[in-house]
């Protein structure tokens, strides 16, 4: 069963708690080790148990096992959390937080606002979004955004953060077919998610042009949706996304489905269907092990650090192959980031749900990529690099490096 251990113990609280007997089927058991809590970073901006993954782990028990109230200091603390999922890989028990985090934010069922509810259609709805973004481009490109921000009016939506991380959206759509360099060695089929056609074309042509180049043609599935990751870690129905992506990739004749943002991969890691996962991969993996050796890079002079995104630290747990990637450009200098197990703070919509701590958790994370003195800074989730670019700091996709550097 749960079981657990609070650092200011409350008496009443430790009736409930120790009077469940019921239990997760999903869940290892806590033991109260303690050893989730240091690296948990809402625990290092705050400094209290509350802001710990054990406690919030109680708070889950009361929620879905115990079925007992919980308190509005309870329910902040526990949205607090980034989802890294950083206690998961320091837990002995191998407690399954992220599963439990989502299966609370279900049965919460938390109301969601009329911003909230625009946002999650148009993240469903891709014809919709193709429709808005030439608004958006001519409103960046109008001037109007800094008279729009002296107004306050974002601030009075709950959108200052969201509008400080807009760039300019690219409104071409992708092609279908990126066909190899040369000769082919197979066929892959591209999963784009939901902004990232808009928002971040320059991985996405970095990453098709590294894979038409080691000899694979390239598929984009214009039926493909969004992972589901937002809508799951809200407490919204994800299912039907999920079912769409199994429908149109299981239906492909493809060697291998990839991933290029960890953030979006990890949500399709999970789903459960085994045909799915047996060909899907992350692009660093893929291009580590199917690497042409006819194919070069120039030399670079440049220092680059490497941010390793939560979700590839904690869940996909591949970093080790970004560096082994960049080993092949001659003459890089490849730094690891101190304390990079640390979130910094973007946690998929965190950066706009709890803008105040992720911007903390960005500025202890920007100030120890400052003390590193590099050129660069690489991140294979698109939200990491959103979140964390400033005019201090250039980060990008390790694939924009890597394309960059290729001889034709
Ligand atoms: S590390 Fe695991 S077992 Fe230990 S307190 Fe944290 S959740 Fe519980
Ligand atoms: S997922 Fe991250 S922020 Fe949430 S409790 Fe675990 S370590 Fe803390």
Redesign the pocket.
Known sequence: MFDFMDLDFNENESELAVSSALYIPEAGECMRCGQ?VS?????RLFQIDE???RR?IRTISKILIEHLPVSENELTHLN?????????ISCPSQMR??EL?DQVQATLQKPVNHLGKLAFHFIENKKQRAWLMPFLKGYLKSGLQKPFQSSGIFEKLGLANAEGLLSEPTLKPLAENYPATGVSRGNVALFTGCIAESFDRKTLLAAIKLLNTNGYNVQIQKKQSCCGAIHQHNGQFASHLIENNLSVFNSLVVDAVIHVATGCGTMLSEYENEEFKLRLFDINDFLLANWSDDVRFSSSNLKVAIHEP?SQRNVLKNQKSVSALLQKIPNLTIETLTDNQI?CGSGGSYMLTHPENAACLRDLKQHIIQNAHVDLVVSSNFGCVIHLNSDKTKVVHPLVLLANQLVS
């Open positions: 989730c690296g948990c970073p809402t625990f802001e710990t993954p919030r607090n959390c980034v989802q890294c999922r950083a206690c998961e937080y992220g985090f939560c979130c």
